[in-house]
């Protein structure tokens, strides 16, 4: 089992930029394929970016590509999500999620997670 803390959220203005940490707890965080997801109020969640256990093959959704970059750190037990030229849409609740596994590719947006954070908020204003 894992347990996941997500940090870095905040109020940026439009155009700024934030980095979103998610820390791992265990010694087996290489062993997990993560992501990150997002959801706005009156919206379903989304997938936002994943990475798989190496850190060697990131996938990164159509909306922030581009804009954002996931990342990971095993020896830190962290995921991490460079945002940059932050827009208002981009408002929403923050989480990282980790799935067992390791695989070759990057996690599609549909695939399943087993674990998840409590979220942080990043709010953009216009």
């Known amino acids: 089992q894992v347990h996941l803390v997500e940090s870095g959220g905040g109020l940026v203005q439009a155009g700024g930029s934030l980095k979103l940490s998610c820390a791992a707890s265990?010694?087996?965080?290489?062993?997990?394929?993560m992501g990150w997801f997002r959801q706005a109020p009156g919206k379903e969640r989304e997938f936002v970016a994943g990475?798989?256990?190496?850190?060697?093959?990131?996938n990164h959704a159509d909306s922030v590509k581009g804009r954002f970059t996931i990342s990971r750190d095993n020896a830190k037990n962290t995921v991490y999500l460079q945002m940059n030229s932050l827009k208002p849409e981009d408002t929403a609740v923050y989480y990282c999620?980790?799935?067992?596994?390791?695989?070759?590719?990057?996690?599609?947006?549909?695939?399943?997670?087993?674990?998840w954070g409590q979220g942080t908020q990043v709010t953009v204003s216009s």
């Open positions: 990475i798989n256990w190496s850190g060697g093959s990131a």
């Open positions: 999620a980790a799935r067992w596994g390791r695989t070759i590719v990057a996690p599609s947006a549909g695939d399943p997670y087993d674990y």
């Open positions: 265990g010694r087996t965080f290489s062993s997990y394929t």
